[in-house]
């Protein structure tokens, strides 16, 4: 996690405390409420993939993906290598601000939800404040990863100029596809069955 994302992060922490400390001195006997977790973190990371996982493979000649790393949400560390090592991976390159991206969003999260066994998706977003990218991710029901890109190191390793932008990686790390400029849901499904789902 970066300096700069970790300092605003505890103070949204110190924020919300504060509100839930007032809220509980203030009377009415309940217990107060506690602190939703925070969205993108490591709860939303997948667990080992199905035994019975069947995928297409890439074809040969491919380059490799960018294996880098970055921290969640939270400030758990991933390595996108991990992921793609048991499961084709759909990085979704967007910001809160972006338009485009929120319109798209909640049909992506959809998406994700429909194939979580199956296939990885992983948020990555730069620039953007900590409890507006919370809001985004509750609102649009995103229940993926999401990588916290302060500097944009993985944005520029995977050439993005600007959000949105998705890319598909098959397992094992060959990069397959991207869309500068983002993808609407049903495109990026049909792509999926063509090049990653078996069966």
Same mark, same amino acid.
């Not at 996690?1 to 700069?4: F, G, Y």
């Given at each position: 996690?970066?300096?700069?994302y970790?300092?605003?992060?505890? @103070?949204?922490?110190?924020?919300?405390?504060?509100?839930?400390?007032?809220? @509980?001195?203030?009377?009415?006997?309940?217990? #107060? +409420?506690?602190?939703?977790?925070? +969205?993108?973190g490591?709860?939303?990371? /997948?667990?080992?993939? /199905?035994?019975? &996982?069947?995928?297409? #493979?890439?074809?040969?000649?491919?380059?490799?993906?960018?294996?880098?790393?970055?921290?969640?949400?939270?400030?758990?560390?991933?390595?996108?290598?991990?992921?793609?090592?048991?499961?084709?991976? %759909?990085?979704?390159?967007?910001?809160?601000?972006?338009?485009?991206?929120?319109?798209?969003?909640?049909?992506?999260?959809?998406?994700?939800?429909?194939?979580?066994?199956?296939?990885?998706? %992983?948020?990555?977003?730069?620039?953007?404040? /900590?409890?507006?990218?919370?809001?985004y991710l509750?609102?649009?029901?995103?229940?993926?990863?999401?990588?916290?890109?302060?500097?944009?190191?993985?944005?520029?390793?995977?050439a993005?100029?600007?959000?949105?932008?998705?890319? &598909?990686?098959?397992?094992?790390? +060959?990069?397959?596809?991207?869309?500068?400029?983002?993808v609407?849901?049903?495109?990026?499904?049909?792509?999926?069955?063509?090049?990653?789902?078996?069966?």
């Open positions: 996690m970066t300096r700069t970790a300092a605003r992060l505890a @103070a949204v922490v110190l924020a919300l405390s504060v509100t839930l400390s007032s809220a @509980a001195c203030s009377g009415g006997g309940d217990t #107060p +409420a506690r602190p939703e977790p925070v +969205a993108g490591a709860a939303a990371l /997948p667990g080992p993939a /199905p035994a019975d &996982l069947a995928v297409r #493979p890439a074809p040969s000649g491919l380059p490799g993906a960018p294996a880098v790393t970055g921290a969640l949400t939270d400030g758990s560390g991933v390595a996108f290598a991990d992921l793609w090592a048991e499961r084709p991976v %759909v990085l979704t390159f967007f910001s809160s601000w972006c338009t485009l991206c929120a319109q798209r969003q909640d049909a992506l999260s959809e998406l994700a939800r429909t194939h979580r066994d199956t296939v990885v998706f %992983v948020g990555v977003v730069t620039e953007d404040e /900590p409890q507006n990218l919370q809001q509750r609102e649009h029901r995103v229940e993926y990863p999401v990588v916290v890109d302060d500097d944009g190191t993985i944005g520029r390793s995977y993005v100029r600007e959000p949105p932008t998705v890319v &598909l990686i098959a397992k094992g790390g +060959a990069l397959l596809r991207g869309w500068p400029g983002g609407d849901a049903a495109a990026l499904d049909s792509k999926l069955r063509e090049l990653v789902l078996a069966g």
